[in-house]
């Protein structure tokens, strides 16, 4: 398909070019177009053949249903069975703008705009240009944010044209939006009004209106099972390709500990990002460091964020370093969002409550192989540390040497195992401060069921959220050395976290 690509200016509006966009839409085709909060891409929301084209454009899952775009406010009681008193009132204070209400729908909203929901998610925007095309388009236009579906979204119409270019009819450049964030989802259909997902209005601006507004607990906790209101919040999104990582803590440990974490990819040949303030910028020694604004103007930090995650993407780095921002206010949402795009992989640094490990125990079944394979390379890798490195077995009738071939291997890596002896893991072994990083999940299974109070036991691919490698048992050579190549990278990743957790 050829995506057209015309710009409109929001100051001085060309309606021509706006009937133009309008007829796409009517005719059930796709328009991406500005909004304030992020660039939208749109449909008409009332036919439902039009709604699923922005499905497959976003390759958006079908479960998550789309906001409803209006532009004038007798257009809401049209689509919804009721309109609630609390509506009225937030509409009255916030519409149009970054604001998003839940109503119960009415037969007229296909199942296909809101995923199968007897509700509807309604919003109506403040951006000029967005307004005529509603109108142009029909009055109800179906709008998630005109990125590929996992996606960092889109704040400006390059990166529009990055992600949709020949998947859509029409792309509308009028600059970039002036917020940068996704609209404050507000839910008022179940009793106390509840915020689905945050965003520029915020909990305290909703309760100077309502009174007291809850927060969906699934959007806040990053260990909760609970399942999000808003479907779309329980997809990973907002994502860089590369692994970020969020540093939390007191801001010039947090800038130590960023310097200390790039300089440690850079030795292994990485390229790492950094995402930081203003205040901050100058302290960072390497890396590509990128600020997102002020600390005292979240409102550009806001505006800034997915910009940045793309142009990590852009210049291929291998992993991204962030600093964290308070929770109050349009915090809320930028963190939200940032703990979104690193999967809620967060390193605090807390100088007083840091607990340091005295012992890390690799567990296999035999302890011939795997075990002191990963015993060796921790011992050689860690040298000069006060930490005691051990591998113990599950099934140790008698203790015997390494495997041949496994020492074989090591050998020829500069590692000598001389006397090893496997042992059976006792009690003795354990302790508090000790870390159990078991093979398999079996394994693990294993260890807990003889020891349930024993606190952090992994599995060594769960910990360090690499690939498990197969037992060589009776292969090749090179079977060998591919299980001692996989359990290097794992020890690699695995005094990489500890080192930042400062557990070692
Ligand atoms: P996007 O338009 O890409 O910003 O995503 C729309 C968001 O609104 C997603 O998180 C949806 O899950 C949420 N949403 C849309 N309709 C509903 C609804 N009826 N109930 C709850 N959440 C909704
Ligand atoms: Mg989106």
New binding site residues.
């Given amino acids: 398909m050829n995506t057209s690509y015309i710009t409109i200016n929001e100051a001085a509006v060309d309606d021509s070019k706006i009937e133009a966009a309008g007829t796409l839409l009517k005719e059930g085709r796709l328009v991406a177009f500005p909004t304030e909060t992020v660039y939208?891409l749109g449909a008409n929301a009332l036919d439902e053949e039009a709604a699923a084209k922005i499905y497959s454009a976003k390759g958006r899952p079908s479960d998550?249903?789309?906001?409803v775009h209006i532009a004038d406010w007798d257009a809401l009681g049209l689509i919804v069975k009721e309109i609630p008193p609390q509506a009225r009132l937030l509409a009255d204070r916030f519409w149009p703008g970054p604001l998003?209400m839940?109503f119960q729908k009415n037969e007229r909203v296909p199942y296909g705009t809101?995923?199968g929901?007897e509700?509807?998610?309604v919003r109506m925007p403040s951006n000029r240009i967005a307004q005529k095309l509603i109108r142009a388009g029909g009055g109800y236009i179906a709008?998630?944010?005109a990125n590929t579906s996992g996606r960092p979204?889109p704040t400006q119409a390059s990166h529009v044209l990055d992600d949709l270019d020949g998947k859509i009819d029409m792309i509308i450049d009028g600059g970039p939006v002036s917020i940068g964030l996704?609209?404050t989802?507000v839910?008022l259909s179940e009793g106390v009004p509840t915020i689905?997902?945050p965003g520029y209005i915020t909990k305290e601006m909703l309760e100077e209106v309502l009174g007291h507004v809850e927060v969906d607990q699934a959007i806040i906790r990053s260990d909760s099972d609970i399942v999000p209101?808003?479907?779309?919040?329980k997809y990973k999104h907002y994502a860089p390709k590369a692994d970020l990582v969020i540093v939390e803590g007191k801001s010039s440990m947090v800038v130590a500990k960023i310097n200390e974490l790039v300089q440690m990819k850079q030795a292994h040949g990485l390229r790492a990002g950094v995402i930081c303030t203003e205040e901050s910028f100058p302290s960072y020694e390497g890396g590509v460091v990128r600020t997102v604004g002020s600390r005292q103007d979240e409102e550009s930090i806001a505006k800034h964020l997915f910009a940045v995650l793309r142009e990590f993407d852009d210049l291929e780095v291998d992993c991204i370093y962030s600093e964290s921002f308070e929770a109050p206010g349009l915090g809320q949402a930028i963190m939200n969002r940032l703990l979104k795009a690193a999967a809620h992989q967060v390193v605090k640094i807390d100088h007083k409550g840091v607990s340091k490990l005295n012992r890390i125990i690799f567990v296999s079944n035999s302890g011939t192989i795997s075990g002191p394979m990963a015993e060796g390379l921790t011992k050689e890798k860690l040298k000069g540390k006060e930490i005691d490195v051990i591998s113990r077995g599950l099934v140790v009738l008698f203790p015997e040497p390494i495997n041949q071939k496994a020492e074989a291997v090591m050998i020829s890596n500069g590692i000598r195992m001389d006397g090893y002896r496997s042992a059976q893991l006792t009690k003795e072994d354990l302790g508090d401060a000790c870390l159990i990083l078991t093979r398999t999940e079996k394994q693990k299974k294993t260890v807990l069921e003889a020891y349930p109070e024993q606190k952090q036991v992994y599995t060594l691919c769960e910990f360090t959220g690499e690939e498990d490698t197969p037992n060589p048992y009776g292969g090749e050579l090179a079977d060998y050395g591919r299980c001692f190549e996989q359990i290097e990278r794992m020890v690699d990743r695995m005094i990489e976290r500890l080192s930042m957790e400062r557990s070692i």
């Fill in positions: 939208g998550n249903p789309l906001i998003t839940i809101t995923g929901l509700t509807v998610a709008a998630p944010s979204s996704e609209s989802i839910d689905l997902r209101k808003a479907p779309g919040m």
